[in-house]
Each structure stands twice: as C-alpha cells, then as structure tokens.
C-alpha cells in the first residue's frame, strides 16, 4: 500500500523521525530555567536573595548574539566593611548556565563590571552580586537576540 | 564620554539631514552596537590596528624595509576613501589589500600576506583608520570606468539560486526587515570592519562573499576581478558619505 | 601572537576612582560548535582574567564560554599609590598573557 512501510509505520512519521533524528547531533544540550536555578543555588545556597541595588545594563534587543554589551553595577560604599565581594552573572538558555563570576573588594572603588557576552538565543539573564555581610541581591534582563540576514556558509 | 557620543551622534545624524538621505549601516544599528563602534577603548576593531600599526613599524622581507621606511603615516590619510584605484605600475583596478599585499612582494620583497590574513587585514585597518572621518572621494579616472560599470552590472543582475540582485534588496528594499534585522543601502562606509557574525574584522571581500553565499549564488573567487568592480561601484555610489573604518556591524 | 589593548589613565589623585579597560585577541571558542566536518570544535577559552596593583590583586574574573571572543573587561579601582597595574589572562591550551602600564599617583 503507498505510504506505509512493512512496520506499518507511515511514510510522514518516518520523515518526522529521521528529520528528528538528523537534527538531534547538531543541536546542543541547552541549559534550562532550572539548570541557571541550580547554578544560583550553588552560589546562594539557602540565603534570601533581595532585590534592588543590583542593576543589570543590557540591550532589550541586539541584532547579533555574539558580542553582547552588559554592564552590572551595585550600589555600595565598597569600604573595608561593608562591600560587594563578588558578583555572578547566569542566563538561562545557552548550553551552559554561567556567564561569568567576578571577585572585588574596597579597592576597585565601584562595583562596576561590563564586558560582553555570548548570546545562543533570546532569554533571560541574572546577575547577582553577594556583599561582605553575607547579603545577595540581584536583578534580571530579557534580551531579544537577531541574527544577520547573509551569513557565512563555513562549507 | 557617553555626552561626546550622544553630541557625536546628533551631528553625524545632522549632517545626513538635507540633501544626502543615504543612510550608512551604522545608522541602522541598535545604540549598543554605535557606542561599540564609537569607543575606541571599546572598538574589537580597534584590536586589529593596533597591530597593524606593529606590523608597521616591522621590517620585513629581503629588503628589510617596514612600511615606516617609505611612508609617513600622515601620508596614508585619505588613501583608503579614495580606493580601489588602477594600480601605478599597471592598469588594473587594485583594492587596499590588493596595494598592501603588492607592496610587500614589490617594494620589501617579503612573502606575500594571504588574502584575509589577521596580518593583512590589521594593516588595512590601521591604513584605513588614517582617513576616518573624511569623505568617501573614489578618483576620477576615466580607466576605472568600464570596471565601476562592470560593478553596476553584476549589482543589477539577478543571481543564485534564490534569483536576487544586490538592488533588489539594498535598493528597492533599504530599510525594511529580512530575518528580523533592517536592511542596509550597502554602502562600504566601514571597511575593514568587525563583523559579531564573524567575530573577527574581516573585509568588504568577505561581506560580499556572505552576500553571495546568502542568496545562493557561487562567490567568486577571492582574487576575482568581479570584487574589486563592485567595490568601485559601491564606493562611487557612496561618494561624499563619512568613511568610519574600522566599523562595527552585526 | 597576542594582542591586548589596555584603557587606563597614566596619572591619578591619590584617592581617585578610575575606570580601566582591557581587550584581548583570543577566539574564545566555547566547545559547543561544530565546524565544518560536523565535528565539535574543542573549546579553547580564556578561564581567569585578573588585574593586580603593585602585585595586590584588585580584581578577578573567571570566565565561561559565554564571554564574547576577544573579551572586553572594563572595570574600576582605587588609585592607592604610583607604580604598575598588571593583567593576567590564563585559559585553556596554556593560554597565558601578562600585560602591565605604569601609572603615577600624586
């Protein structure tokens, strides 16, 4: 009978599969919203994370995911007693969960970092910075990512 | 820092205000990627003439000459806003890696530099970097003409797989979307630029060659006469417009 | 062959907060591509950026196959006292670059 092979299977659940199957290799494990959850937990543990003081600069939209400008700044009298000793950057969709982690102390004056960071897809990204009291606060951003029309075909 | 952007930023829109409606592909940027390409400090572009302005300064080849032997580099400005030019010791059209690449086989006899090569392409950005700011000027030389007129043709013709010409899309369509980004007029205002889909500076070459693969035409290879006649055109169709080497584009 | 472009002023007041910049040429290839044949491309990135001051370290980042190729890092310190601030980026495949600028406080 057209359309079904010996297994009884149809011809279109066959090319479902094997387009399936063919796509698999090529796409990467993704982090989730509960794998960046988990690498929060890691550094967090089971403090409270407040809101506020952490603010998180990044472009709602860029037209490519390689290069994407974000700046973290945390208001802090970064003094000997009270400042930000660390902050870590997560987002929630790339194959892995980290960004990057980032250690100060009273001698860089601000609690400032910006760099740029690599983007698979539009997604949310959380910084969190901890002080030298114990505290974490955070903030997030959801970044809309295009890509360039004409792209480079490597082959 | 951020006021002289935004002041930056206002004339430059000015001046596009009044007769000149072209748009250069940094203005169809998001602000993200203009302060990228405005700050020097900041500029990946910026990376590479850095080591163009190294290599410089190097001697090289048999005649153990550094570009600084023969040229002052208050001599290279306006060089690049007026390239591709017919070659002085011939008659063929010659873009600015072509003039390098000829002149470190020429002039210091050392090997020559591959095309896109980081060491070519970091002396076309520092070379390049001499004319930002001034205005795109191609030469008026009538021995460019039948090459500026091949470059119109192939602009115009449609080709590929997917039938398009350059026209149909940076022309008749400037400024709408395709895959969710605007469409450029194509203008070569930033050459050698850094590209975030290449993550590298690349060359006009290497843009046209993306353009091609893009709407499945076979590229020409890369010492192609085809190349260097449309960027004749291209630069003749954006005469006047500010050269902002090295750019910065997505 | 490295390359690294430093931002940082050459004169400081005692006391003075100022930003310093820092960008470097590396491909940052994050182990989760694959090239041409298919086949992943080995992940070689830096993993540690730092910046010392008179050898006192003001800052250090790890960093993941997340941050851009050829990282940018702009960041800010205290100026404390004349001398040299050093850069040090360390990663994969022995990847390791020191780059200094002298600076004076008054």
Known sequence: MPGTTKRGTTRRTFIAGATLVSVLPFAPAHATPEAMAAAIKEVVGDNAIREGRVTLDVPPLIENGNAVPLTVSVESPMSEADHVKAIHVFNEKNPQPHVFDARLGPRNGKAVIATRIKLGDSQKIVAIAETSKGEFFSASADVIVTLAACLEDLT | MALLSVVFAASFAMAQVGADKRRSGYQDMGQALQKMQDDDTANPGMLFVQLGQQLWAKPAGAANKSCADCHAVADMKSVAARYPAIARDGDKPIDLEGRIRLCRT??????????????????????????????????????????????????????????????????????????????????????????????????LKRRLRNCLIGIRAEAYPYDAVEYVALEIYLMDRARGMRFEAPGVRP | MTNVLINAPKTARKGEVIELKALILHPMETGFRPGTNGRIIPRNIIERFTASWNGSEILRMDLSPAISANPFVSFFAVATESGKITFRWTGDEGFAVEESVAIDVA
């Open chain 2, 106 to 203: 020429a002039n210091q006899q050392a090997e020559p530099l591959a095309p896109e090569s980081r060491d070519l392409l970091s002396l076309a950005a520092f070379v390049a970097i001499q004319s930002r700011g001034l205005p795109i000027a191609p030469p008026d030389d009538p021995r460019l003409t039948p090459f500026r007129e091949q470059g119109a043709a192939i602009y115009q013709r449609r080709q590929g797989q997917l039938n398009l010409s350059c026209a149909i899309c940076h022309d008749d369509n400037a400024g709408k979307k395709l895959a969710g980004v605007t469409i450029p007029e194509a203008h070569p205002t930033g050459y050698p630029l850094y590209r975030l889909e290449w993550q590298a500076l690349g060359s």
